[in-house]
């Protein structure tokens, strides 16, 4: 087969919308630090000129039409992975939080799970902490996912993520595009279909541009919408059946293959 | 034939008329016709033989027959609006994955144009 153990291709995604300022920097960092994985930005419909810098960094560049959110770029940059026979598909985020030395660690936790994320807060002393509304919300969530998926999660919205094939071919076709979807359903979603997910502790950096909100009002609607989302996301039936997706993208797929 | 039995008739008719011929100039698709031919035929029906009404409110012990024509109203309005959210939810759907789809060939086409001019791409290294 194709994916020899010690030598899979990797395919690092890079969500991003509006993130001209850090877009350059991260991809050159992850490239200085994991020379051997290609990196696909996906412009998410951007205003700026976050394409342009991606691509002078040496980024291949997916341009949508108008912005997804990080659902819609995410399952574009599944997709292209899924295409193009990756291994590996790693999400990293593009205003630079996510610290891509830890690349290599998260990939190493893929012997034994389909699907590792790069947990923040992880460990003791970190700098750091969400407080208030916020980490009840974080804590719900990681305990009602841990439960689930029978493993021991404690940061489920962490956007630094590892997917392997099996992964890869769940999120190509189910990537919700609703709020939180893209962590919080995504990762039930993957669990329903049997994908074994578990966590690594990384470090987080402050984010080079833009901060998560930290107001009690901001935190407190977080945590409502978090709670809606989990209830959706538990009882809606896996994987969802849309009269579109899954079949045009598979005969796409089919000809993509035999082109070089 | 009184007033308002006219007005019933005239009404529903109107709605038909419509309804056949937006279809015919393919305005309306049949899935959203279904619901407003039945709203016609009903109004139809109501309008000429109006006792119906009376007996089904009756039946159902409603005071005021026109509260009967309110409650049936509403009832149709709000299975029609969610019929469209339903519709336009899967149509929001359709149109992300056909954007993501237009992202991805764009992409395939950049990379099969600079193909052959890779050497002096100083770009594509």
Same mark, same amino acid.
């Given at each position: 087969?194709?994916?020899?153990?010690?030598?899979?291709?990797v395919l690092v995604i890079v969500p991003a919308w509006?993130e001209?300022?850090s877009v350059g920097r991260t991809i050159s960092e992850i490239r200085r630090t994991n020379?051997?994985v290609?990196v696909l930005v996906v412009?998410?419909?951007?205003?700026? @000129?976050? !394409?342009?810098?991606?691509? +002078? *960094?040496?980024a291949?560049?997916?341009? %949508?039409?108008?912005?997804?959110?990080v659902?819609?770029a995410m399952?574009?940059g599944?997709?292209?992975?899924?295409?193009?026979?990756?291994?590996v598909a790693v999400q990293i985020d593009a205003d630079g939080q996510h610290d891509p030395s830890f690349l290599p660690t998260l990939l190493?936790r893929?012997?034994?799970?389909?699907i590792v994320i790069g947990a923040r807060f992880a460990r003791?002393?970190d700098s750091y902490?969400?407080?208030?509304?916020?980490?009840?919300?974080?804590?719900?969530?990681?305990?009602?996912?841990?439960?689930?998926?029978?493993?021991?999660?404690?940061d489920t919205t962490s956007g630094f993520r590892v997917a392997? @094939?099996? !992964?890869?071919?769940?999120? +190509? *076709?189910?990537?919700?595009?609703?709020? %939180?979807?893209d962590t919080?359903?995504?990762?039930?979603?993957?669990?329903?279909?049997?994908?074994?997910?578990?966590q690594e502790p990384v470090d987080m950096r402050v984010r080079e541009a833009g901060q998560a909100?930290?107001?009690?009002?901001?935190?407190?609607?977080?945590?409502?919408?978090?709670?809606?989302?989990?209830?959706?996301?538990?009882?809606?039936?896996?994987?969802?059946?849309?009269?579109?997706?899954?079949?045009?993208?598979?005969?796409?797929?089919?000809?993509?293959?035999?082109?070089? | 034939?009184?007033?308002?039995?006219?007005?019933?008739?005239?009404?529903?008719?109107?709605?038909?008329?419509?309804?056949?011929?937006?279809?015919?100039?393919?305005?309306?698709?049949?899935?959203?016709?279904?619901?407003?031919?039945?709203?016609?035929?009903?109004?139809?029906?109501?309008?000429?033989?109006?006792?119906?009404?009376?007996?089904?409110?009756?039946?159902?012990?409603?005071?005021?027959?026109?509260?009967?024509?309110?409650?049936?109203?509403?009832?149709?309005?709000?299975?029609?609006?969610?019929?469209?959210?339903?519709?336009?939810?899967?149509?929001?759907?359709?149109?992300?994955?056909?954007?993501?789809?237009?992202?991805?060939?764009?992409?395939?086409?950049?990379?099969?144009?600079?193909?052959?001019?890779?050497?002096?791409?100083?770009?594509?290294?």
């Amino acid at each position: 087969m194709s994916s020899e153990p010690h030598d899979p291709r990797v395919l690092v995604i890079v969500p991003a919308w509006n993130e001209e300022i850090s877009v350059g920097r991260t991809i050159s960092e992850i490239r200085r630090t994991n020379p051997d994985v290609d990196v696909l930005v996906v412009d998410d419909g951007s205003g700026d @000129r976050t !394409a342009e810098r991606a691509a +002078a *960094a040496g980024a291949r560049v997916a341009r %949508l039409p108008f912005n997804l959110g990080v659902g819609g770029a995410m399952r574009t940059g599944y997709r292209y992975a899924q295409r193009h026979h990756y291994d590996v598909a790693v999400q990293i985020d593009a205003d630079g939080q996510h610290d891509p030395s830890f690349l290599p660690t998260l990939l190493k936790r893929l012997d034994d799970a389909d699907i590792v994320i790069g947990a923040r807060f992880a460990r003791d002393g970190d700098s750091y902490q969400a407080r208030g509304p916020r980490r009840w919300a974080m804590v719900l969530l990681a305990k009602v996912l841990s439960r689930i998926g029978r493993t021991r999660l404690t940061d489920t919205t962490s956007g630094f993520r590892v997917a392997n @094939r099996r !992964a890869i071919s769940v999120f +190509a *076709a189910h990537y919700p595009a609703e709020y %939180l979807g893209d962590t919080v359903e995504s990762l039930v979603i993957a669990i329903r279909t049997g994908c074994a997910v578990t966590q690594e502790p990384v470090d987080m950096r402050v984010r080079e541009a833009g901060q998560a909100s930290q107001s009690p009002f901001r935190s407190t609607i977080y945590l409502l919408r978090a709670v809606v989302a989990l209830g959706l996301a538990l009882v809606r039936r896996w994987p969802a059946n849309f009269d579109d997706g899954a079949e045009p993208s598979s005969m796409i797929a089919d000809e993509a293959k035999e082109l070089p | 034939m009184n007033g308002p039995e006219a007005l019933g008739i005239l009404g529903a008719i109107t709605i038909l008329l419509t309804l056949f011929e937006m279809m015919r100039r393919h305005r309306l698709r049949e899935k959203y016709a279904v619901i407003w031919f039945v709203l016609a035929i009903g109004a139809l029906t109501v309008a000429l033989a109006p006792s119906l009404l009376g007996s089904v409110s009756e039946f159902l012990g409603l005071q005021v027959p026109s509260n009967l024509v309110f409650f049936v109203a509403s009832l149709v309005l709000l299975g029609l609006s969610l019929q469209h959210s339903y519709e336009l939810g899967r149509g929001e759907e359709r149109v992300r994955t056909l954007a993501e789809e237009v992202a991805l060939l764009r992409l395939r086409l950049e990379e099969i144009e600079d193909r052959p001019a890779d050497p002096d791409d100083p770009v594509h290294d």
